[in-house]
């Protein structure tokens, strides 16, 4: 099964706002907005070399293989494998990047406009 075939198949936030995380462990793992664990798949190595096609890869998951890994683990991994929440500090920081850009007149992901044009996208 392709890379794209199993993320599909997945579960997701219903509100949309979910976070994909490939573990160290080679679980591909769904997170909401807390860090509840919505899904999670193990992986082959031959995947998890798709997850990064074109991509530097970290030599930690050339040895990485999820489905090695317990249906529990899974969806009761090690810290390291869950990703942490930003501080306020740095949601502030973002978010005072992300006005700037907008203040220049640069759109980003999810507005449905074009930087170039100013126009929405089908």
């Avoid at 591909?28 to 031959?46: H, K, S, W, Y």
């Avoid at 970290?58 to 929440?85: C, Q, Y």
Wanted: charged share 35%; hydrophobic share 30%.
């Amino acid at each position: 099964m392709s890379l794209r075939d199993i993320r599909k198949s997945m579960k997701d936030d219903p509100n949309g706002k979910c976070i994909t995380m490939l573990g160290w462990d080679g679980v591909l793992r769904i997170f909401d907005a807390e860090r509840n664990i919505l899904d999670a798949v193990g992986l082959n190595p031959a995947q998890i070399r798709e997850y990064y096609d074109g991509l530097p890869m970290h030599e930690r998951f050339l040895t990485a293989d999820g489905r090695n890994v317990s249906h529990w683990k899974m969806f009761h991994p090690d810290a390291e494998n869950i990703p942490r929440k930003p501080t306020e500090e740095e949601i502030a920081e973002t978010n005072a990047r992300f006005e700037e850009l907008r203040r220049r007149g640069l759109t980003c992901c999810g507005s449905g406009k074009s930087a170039d044009e100013g126009e929405s996208k089908p």
